[in-house]
């Protein structure tokens, strides 16, 4: 559905995106991990025949080909940045129905099904809804316009908690036959999606597997979040670090962030319990994608790591 | 097909922006003004007073058709790029030339309604005067084609601009440019540095807002002296058609190379 060929792109003397070589089956659901300017949004740009590149791109059975528009019928697309438009949100849905070439019935019917059926929110000004909505809204377009492959650019960045998590809600029930590719830097987001994970960093390709085995590869495991009453996070920091499975530490007035070795999160939980320590809360945390990125390029002397991914 | 759709959106949002209202009632007032002071004039001398109405309104579209103009597009795509708005309809299934040809079509329709809505006021009281409708159709004629030329120079710098207020920042210097090298510009330079006629002549046709002026003053058959030194000349040697024809196509030239210079810059911005 997406095949990369020594894909490469460059801005002048830099060096964005250097030799990509990936494939993503039909209706696979695969995040595109990295730090803000490691060539997300310009692979993305390459996708939708933006920008010129080196090498080959096939999407959907097409070759994409710079500047030609014909692949991004077939590409529905959120950014980053919902765009601001004087159109009320019905306006809106119509001009890029019409734009995509589609019947406005379809992506009206996916809004509703969104939860935003334009009967109540289509005599609204685009700039009245809130980012979430706005987001949501571009969802329902790029899936109800016929699109086979959605492209996600960190769509929740600008988003609070609840917006995202309810953005990511709709993009699980409804994009079950799509080929999904979401670009983000949020670990926790891509647990909630991702069948893959594509780790771009320095450039290149670093990693190309499952979450599962970017942890094995990376040796990173969950972090967890202990909360305890201020006048005993001292206490709880000393007693844990004589654990064996605790590889690092980290407090605040709250509670303890706690680093630990390979699976051994319930380990850490005994010993608090067997310890009687006060904590009163406990939650699991993604590794930090800087932790991942670090174990990656230790792993991979710049060479990409495989993790055994398509 | 494309182009159109993007056009008529882009006539849906100038519609509602203030500038084309603004456009529209300087020239709904400007026009009705002129138009009842030269109430007098009509019942002693005919179409005269009515002929100075067109006058003034020329000399008001000069100043402010190409500022709203160049306003309107310079905001255009710089502007769009800003709000996230254009990196969004790029990635639909339209080319950079489409959306380029969209702006154009959309901002030029715009002003060319707000200058129907404006020149219509004065044409309606032409109508009750019972005067003829052929000079004014032909003013607003006119003043369309010289908004085209400043929307393409506006879609241009747009094109190039990062943003949208260094885009605003540059069309209104070269409004103010083509103004100071007017006429008066044209007569301080010819005094001080003695410049020959020809530079002179060919300069009031490269100008747009020149050659609108004289393209008019020609076209309206009103008074030669309002032409200026370069004018005169240029009359002299190319007579009434030969001049209306030369401004015209001056306009005109302005309005195609702009476009295609913009739209190349525009298309080649990866």
């Known amino acids: 559905m997406i095949a990369a060929a020594g894909l490469g792109k460059s801005y002048g003397d830099q060096r964005v995106l250097g030799d990509l070589d990936f494939h993503i089956e039909a209706g696979e659901r695969v995040a595109l991990l990295g730090l803000n300017g490691a060539g997300k949004t310009t692979l993305f740009r390459c996708l939708l025949a933006l920008t010129d590149f080196e090498g080959e791109l096939r999407v959907a059975g097409d070759t994409v080909t710079p500047g030609r528009k014909e692949v991004r019928r077939k590409i529905g697309y ?122 771009l960093h320095g450039g290149g390709l670093a990693f190309d597997g499952t979450l599962e085995e970017l942890w094995r590869a990376t040796d990173a495991a969950p972090r967890l979040w202990l909360s305890a009453p201020a006048h005993e996070v001292e206490r709880v920091v000393a007693e844990l670090r004589e654990c064996p499975v605790v590889s690092d530490l980290r407090a605040n007035g709250a509670g ?55 | 097909m494309t182009a159109r759709l993007l056009a008529q959106a882009g006539v849906r949002e100038s519609v509602r922006a203030y500038w084309f209202w603004l456009n529209a009632g300087i020239f709904v007032a400007g026009g009705l003004l002129l138009m009842l002071f030269g109430q007098v004039d009509v019942s002693l001398l005919g179409y005269r007073s009515y002929g100075r109405a067109l006058a003034g309104l020329m000399q008001l579209a000069l100043f402010v058709v190409p500022l709203m103009a160049l306003l309107s597009s310079g905001a255009a795509i710089a502007g769009a790029r800003e709000t996230g708005a254009l990196d969004y309809l790029l990635a639909q299934p339209v080319t950079r030339e489409e959306v380029f040809a969209g702006k154009w079509l959309g901002v030029t329709a715009a002003v060319a309604a707000s200058l129907v809505v404006g020149y219509g006021a004065t044409g309606a009281v032409a109508a009750v005067k019972g005067v003829p409708a052929l000079p004014i159709a032909m003013l607003l004629l006119f003043t369309v084609v010289l908004a085209a030329a400043f929307v393409s120079i506006g879609l241009w710098v747009s094109a190039l601009a990062s943003t949208r207020g260094r885009a605003t920042s540059v069309v209104f210097t070269l409004w103010l440019a083509f103004l100071a090298l007017g006429s008066l510009g044209l007569m301080a330079a010819f005094v001080r540095w003695g410049l020959p006629v020809g530079v002179l002549q060919v300069w009031s046709l490269v100008n747009p807002v020149e050659a609108f002026r004289l393209a008019m003053i020609a076209l309206l058959e009103a008074d030669p002296g309002l032409l200026g030194p370069a004018g005169a000349a240029l009359l002299g040697d190319l007579g009434r058609v030969g001049l209306i024809a030369a401004a015209s196509g001056s306009l005109v030239a302005w309005t195609a190379l702009a476009y295609w210079a913009g739209r190349r810059a525009f298309a080649s911005a990866t």
């Open chain 1, 78 to 199: 959120v950014p980053q940045q919902a765009p601001l438009y004087d159109m009320t949100l019905t306006e809106f849905v119509a001009f890029f129905s019409a734009l995509r070439g589609v019947a406005m019935d379809g992506p009206a019917s996916t809004l509703a099904a969104l939860g935003m059926p334009l009967e109540e929110t289509g005599a609204k000004a685009l700039n009245e809804l809130s980012g979430g909505m706005v987001q949501k809204a571009l969802l329902g377009l790029a899936l109800g316009s016929g699109s086979s492959v959605l492209l996600l650019d960190e769509p929740t960045a600008n988003l609070d908690p609840g917006a995202r998590r309810d953005l990511f809600r709709r993009v699980r029930e409804i994009a079950a036959e799509t080929t999904l590719l979401f670009a983000s830097h949020r670990l926790d987001e891509i647990e909630l999606l991702a069948d893959r994970v594509l780790v």
């Open chain 1, 256 to 310: 303890v962030e706690v680093d630990v070795r390979g699976d051994a999160s319930l380990d850490v939980l005994l010993e608090v319990r067997q310890r009687g320590l006060p904590v009163t809360e406990f939650r699991t945390r993604p590794p930090s994608l800087e932790h991942v990125l670090d174990r990656l390029e230790g792993h991979g002397d710049a060479s990409p790591v495989d993790g055994g991914g398509g």
